[in-house]
């Protein structure tokens, strides 16, 4: 099936420095990507929407120039978090919209990010 | 009020037991309803999905949608160590992609 490739699995960084999360898709074309965060035992919140080529939707609360987002090809989308603080420690997952499917929603593995 | 709710759990119980997750919802626009299991530190893979009312079965797991009263459930018969993870279910109104998750149960099924 339709695999999104997500790394760094983890990351740890200083508190003010900048870090880049990909997402690739290996074996087929990511149109729309999403972003989601997720904090210890909650749900997935959805951060962001990215479609190949245009500017990327943020949903509402989400600083768009915290969190950068590119989708520059229909297999690489990233997420970069800048000027990093302890409180966007958090998991962050990535998943693709199949287009050629119905329910068409695959996910990465997530990156777990610690702001020290 | 959340667009979707989920009973939070956590749920601990025996191997071979029958285990019922429900979530209740908001939004009569949702159409297409999943669930997912999530393992520790790891994103989410899809169980099952349903459109629309009715149930749908594969092999141990039945997830069932009741539209008139918002309310979907997936069941997990004979259940097994393996399956302790979150269970999240999520939901779909066919308008721009977004799924829009409950808070997911944390299942924990004891040997």
């Known amino acids: 099936g339709a695999v999104v490739s997500q790394h760094p699995s983890w990351v740890i960084c200083k508190s003010g420095t900048s870090v880049k999360i990909e997402c690739r898709s290996l074996?087929?074309?990511?149109?729309?990507m999403f972003w989601y965060r997720q904090f210890p035992k909650q749900s997935l919140m959805l951060m962001a929407t990215?479609?190949?080529?245009?500017?990327?939707?943020?949903e509402q609360g989400v600083e768009k120039d915290k969190f950068l987002i590119n989708h520059a090809s229909l297999t690489l989308s990233t997420l970069t978090v800048t000027s990093a603080h302890p409180e966007d420690s958090s998991f962050y997952i990535c998943?693709?919209?199949?287009?050629?499917?119905?329910?068409?929603?695959?996910f990465g593995s997530g990156t777990r990010l610690t702001v020290v | 009020q959340k667009e979707v709710e989920q009973d939070p759990g956590p749920l601990s119980v025996p191997e071979g037991a029958i285990v019922s997750l429900n979530c209740t919802y908001s939004n009569s626009a949702f159409q297409y309803f999943m669930w997912y299991r999530q393992y520790s530190r790891k994103g989410p893979e899809l169980l099952m999905y349903?459109?629309?009312?009715g149930n749908k079965e594969d092999g141990r797991f039945t997830a069932q949608v009741d539209k008139s009263s918002k309310y979907i459930s997936l069941f997990i018969r004979d259940s097994q160590p393996s399956d302790s993870a979150t269970y999240l279910c999520a939901m779909d109104n066919n308008q721009g992609g977004k799924l829009i998750f409950g808070q997911g149960t944390e299942l924990s099924v004891k040997p």
């Open positions: 998943s693709a919209r199949i287009e050629s499917e119905i329910y068409g929603y695959t």
């Open positions: 074996d087929f074309q990511a149109t729309t």
């Open positions: 990215s479609n190949e080529g245009s500017k990327a939707t943020y």
């Open positions: 349903t459109y629309s009312s």
